[in-house]
């Protein structure tokens, strides 16, 4: 079981349905930084960090 970050729930405003997962926290970071770049962010503040880690929910089994 790993992790999930909802791109339209960290952005709501981006509209965006991607979904990003990982299996491990530190792995579900590093896509979630991958996938900022295609939303042109291309500096990952600790505020944009702390943006998506309160978005992080446990995969559904
Ligand atoms: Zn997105």
């Not at 299996?23 to 579900?28: D, K, Q, V, Y």
Request: proline residues 7%.
């Amino acid at each position: 079981m790993g992790y999930i970050i909802d791109c339209g729930k960290v952005n709501p405003a981006s509209g965006c349905p991607h979904v990003v997962r990982g299996e491990t926290e530190e792995e579900l970071m590093k896509n979630a930084e991958e996938h900022a770049k295609e939303h042109g962010i291309v500096e990952v503040t600790p505020e944009v960090i702390e943006q998506i880690k309160s978005n992080v929910e446990k995969e559904p089994v």
